[in-house]
C-alpha cells in the first residue's frame, strides 16, 4: 500500500520549553535533548533530564539515522498512515511517522532517516523514510 | 500499615443499558450509585466517602456529590483513565483503614456510543500543555494503532500470533453467549476473528472493545459495616498500582505496568498468581489482556500467546477463567473505561452470582486488574485481590 500525500498534518504547538526544537525541524533538522550530567538523550525533550533530574540539558543535532522499534499502518482512517516509534542512533525513541514508501514494505529493525514534512502551519514535522 | 482485611466491597451494580441517548451522564452515575447501594442493602445517607474519575461530570467529585447531595467526609477523584476505579477500590480501603471514611461510594458512567464518539481510530487532540502532546497529536496516535505497534513488537520479540490474540476474543464471546445484556452475544470463531478488516496492523476489528454506554458503582465499607450487612463478605486482600510511561525515551511497548502492579498486590494478599481461581483481565483489546497475564505472572513473559491459545480461558475448561461477563471484548466498556466492569464480575464470581454456566466453582480467591491510558504511550495499572469470606 503507498500513501496518497493528501493527509493534512496538525501543527504541533510550541511553548518556551520546546521552541528550539521545532525551529529547527524547520529547517529540516533533528535535534534531541542530551544532559551534560549523566551524558544520556532523551525523548520528548525536557529542561529537566528524566534519567537524573539534572537541569544542565542542552540541545544536540542528531544524525536523523534511526532504525524502527515498531509500527501500525493505521487502514480505518481516510487516508491510511503508517506511525511508528523510531530509535535514533542517538539513544533515544521517538514517535513518528515512516512515510515515501509502500506501507507493505515495513518491517521492525529497518533502518530508517528523517525527513521533514510540512503542516498546516509553517512548522515541519519530522518523519522517517527507508534509510 | 497494611489494608490487607480493613475493607469489604458490599455492593456492586452494572448499570443494563448499552446505549442511552435518553439519559444524562450524571444520571446514570447517579442511577449506578444507587443499584450499588441496594445491592448493598444500604442507603445514600450511609455514604461518607465519595470517589470517581475524570467521567464524572463537573470538577473532581464536586458535581457528582451535589447532584446525589450526599453529606462526605472524604472525596478521592483520582484519575487514571480505565484503571481509576481499581484505584479508588484500593484508595477507599486505605482511607477506611485511617478511619476517614467508612461507606465508599465509587461511580463510573458515559455515553460514548450515543454521543458517536471515534473512541478508537481518531486522534484526539488533548490539552496542549500536556507535555506529550505536540509530540505526538500530530503523528496521528489513536487508541488503535498505540496498542497495536505493542502487539506488533510482542509478535517481534516473542513469535506471538494473530491466531493466539484471536483465542481471548474466542473465549470471551463463549462467556457472552450467557450475558443477556451482552453486546456481542454471538460465539466467534479464530478465522472469524482473522477475517475481520483490519483496524491498524496488526489488530483487527474484532480484537477490539465495544463502545458502549453505561456505567457501574461499587460500595466499599469497613468490616463493621460489613458485618449488619446480609451479603456475602468480598475482602479486599491486596492492592498495587503503578504508572507506566514512555520511560524517558527508552520505550519498551512489551510490558505494562502490571509486572510492578501485581506483585505488589499478590505480596500485600500473601497469595501467588497460581491461586487465583478467576481474574477479570483489562481487555480494551486482545493484546491488552496477552501481556497483563505475563506482566501479572501468571505464565512466563513472551508466553502469553501459548498460554491463551486454545480455550485456556474459556470458564469451565481453561486453566484461568477470565472476564465471565464477556469483558470489554463482548459485553460492555462504558465510557471506554472497563475498570469498573472488572472489579464488579470478580465481585459477581466471589459471591457465586455469575452466569450458572460460567460460575467458577467455590471461588473463593480472585484478581482483577485494569489499564488505563494506552498502553502504547502511558498508562495507569491497577492490580486487587479479593477473596470471599
Known amino acids: ?82 506511525i511508528a516509534y523510531v530509535t535514533l542512533d542517538e539513544g533515544p525513541t521517538m514517535m513518528s511517522n515512516i512515510v515515501d514508501c509502500d506501507f507493505d514494505t515495513i518491517r521492525i529493525g529497518m533502518k530508517v532517516k528523517a525527513t521533514f514534512k510540512p503542516t498546516e502551519s509553517t512548522a515541519r514535522l519530522p518523519m522517517f523514510t527507508p534509510a | 500499615m497494611t489494608i490487607k482485611g480493613k475493607a469489604y466491597i458490599a455492593g456492586a451494580f452494572e448499570h443494563p443499558t448499552r446505549k442511552a441517548p435518553d439519559k444524562s451522564v450524571a444520571q446514570l452515575h447517579a442511577e449506578c450509585a444507587k443499584g450499588a447501594l441496594e445491592d448493598a442493602g444500604l442507603t445514600k445517607d450511609d455514604v461518607d466517602g465519595y470517589f470517581c474519575a475524570g467521567d464524572a461530570p463537573g470538577m473532581g467529585p464536586l458535581s457528582m456529590a451535589d447532584y446525589m447531595n450526599l453529606r462526605l467526609r472524604h472525596v478521592d477523584s483520582t484519575d487514571t483513565g480505565g484503571s481509576s476505579y481499581l484505584l479508588h477500590v484500593a484508595h477507599a480501603a486505605e482511607a477506611i483503614a485511617l478511619g476517614k471514611c467508612s461507606v465508599a461510594l465509587i461511580t463510573l458512567a458515559g455515553r460514548p456510543r450515543s454521543e458517536g464518539v471515534a473512541t478508537g481510530t481518531a486522534p484526539r487532540p488533548g490539552n496542549p500543555a500536556q507535555p506529550d502532546i505536540q509530540f505526538e497529536y500530530p503523528y496521528g496516535p489513536t487508541i488503535v494503532n498505540m496498542y497495536a505497534m505493542c ?105 505494562s505496568g502490571a509486572r510492578w502492579s501485581g506483585p505488589r498486590a499478590f505480596a500485600e494478599a500473601g497469595v501467588k498468581p497460581a491461586d487465583i481461581q478467576y481474574a477479570s483481565i483489562y481487555d480494551s483489546f486482545t493484546i491488552t489482556v496477552l501481556m497483563q497475564i505475563e506482566d501479572l505472572g501468571f505464565c512466563e513473559k513472551g508466553q502469553g500467546g501459548r498460554f491463551v491459545a486454545d480455550g485456556n480461558l474459556i470458564s469451565g475448561t481453561g486453566r484461568l477463567p477470565f472476564n465471565t461477563d464477556g469483558g470489554g471484548l463482548c459485553n460492555n466498556h462504558p465510557a471506554n473505561r472497563g475498570g469498573m466492569t472488572k472489579v464488579i464480575e470478580a465481585v459477581r464470581q466471589l459471591r457465586g452470582e455469575a452466569h450458572p454456566a460460567v460460575q467458577v466453582k467455590n471461588c473463593a480467591l480472585a484478581l482483577a486488574h485494569g489499564t488505563g491510558g494506552s498502553l502504547g504511550t502511558r498508562h495507569g495499572s491497577a492490580t486487587l485481590i479479593l477473596e470471599r469470606e
Open chain 1, 1 to 82: 500500500m503507498i500513501a496518497m500525500e493528501s493527509r493534512t498534518l496538525p501543527a504541533p504547538e510550541p511553548n518556551p520549553e520546546t521552541k528550539s526544537y521545532w525551529d529547527a525541524a524547520q529547517e529540516g533538522k533533528l535535534l534531541v535533548r542530551i544532559c551534560t550530567a549523566c551524558g544520556r538523550a532523551h525523548h520528548y525533550p525536557r529542561a529537566l533530564c528524566p534519567f537524573c533530574f539534572s537541569d544542565r540539558t542542552e540541545w544536540k543535532t542528531a544524525s536523523g539515522n534511526g532504525t524502527i522499534y515498531s509500527f501500525s499502518v493505521m487502514q480505518r482512517a481516510p487516508v491510511p498512515y503508517t
Open chain 2, 151 to 255: 502487539a506488533m513488537r510482542h509478535m517481534h520479540q516473542y513469535g506471538t500470533t494473530s491466531e493466539q490474540l484471536a483465542w481471548i476474543k474466542v473465549a470471551a464471546s463463549h462467556h457472552a453467549q450467557y450475558n443477556p445484556n451482552a453486546m456481542l452475544r454471538d460465539v466467534v470463531t479464530v478465522k472469524e476473528v482473522l477475517d475481520s478488516p483490519i483496524v491498524a496492523s496488526p489488530l483487527h476489528r474484532l480484537d477490539c472493545c465495544v463502545i458502549s454506554d453505561g456505567g457501574g458503582a461499587l460500595v466499599v465499607v469497613a468490616p463493621e459495616v460489613m458485618k449488619s450487612l446480609d451479603r456475602p463478605r468480598v475482602k479486599l486482600l491486596g492492592a498495587g498500582e503503578a504508572p507506566k510511561g514512555q520511560l524517558g525515551g527508552d520505550v519498551d511497548l512489551t510490558f
